[in-house]
């Protein structure tokens, strides 16, 4: 399993990243929400980097919508890919548990598997 996840993870995040031009923002919630929702365009070749703060402990979900279908991401924590997040790429959503009991930055990276992508992404923590 951990060889499937690990191929799938060459597949689709090492093209993006060795050519890409990656972007970067914080995400931050309004004061007393648990979520935040934007819309944002990558082009081709192009990764847009999330950052955004959450504990161990804590359930996130990410929905990643897209016209064409062809937005993909993965979910990274400190220690990692969380979860099976890597397996998300080609889906539209997945959520899982942040592993620890400290504060953790987590980075949801969406690309796009082919040209360029117009996309809505949510994010919940709870």
């Given at each position: 399993m951990k060889r499937y996840l690990l191929a799938l993870m060459i597949v689709f995040l090492l093209p993006l990243s060795a050519s890409a031009q990656e972007r970067t923002e914080e995400?931050?919630?309004?004061?007393?929400?648990?979520?935040?929702?934007?819309?944002?365009?990558?082009?081709r070749g192009e990764t847009m980097r999330f950052l955004l703060g959450a504990r161990g402990g804590q359930t996130i979900k990410v929905?990643?919508?897209?016209?064409?279908?062809?937005?993909?991401f993965e979910v990274i924590?400190?220690?990692g890919s969380l979860g099976q997040s890597a397996l998300a790429n080609g889906k539209q959503k997945w959520s899982g548990v942040i592993p620890?009991?400290?504060?953790?930055?987590?980075?949801?990276?969406?690309?796009?598997?082919?040209?360029?992508?117009?996309?809505?992404l949510y994010v919940e923590i709870r």
């Open positions: 995400l931050h919630f309004q004061p007393g929400a648990s979520s935040i929702q934007i819309n944002r365009g990558i082009a929905v990643v919508q897209s016209v064409e279908n062809n937005a993909v924590g400190n220690g620890g009991y400290g504060d953790d930055t987590i980075a949801i990276v969406v690309g796009s598997e082919r040209g360029g992508s117009d996309f809505n």
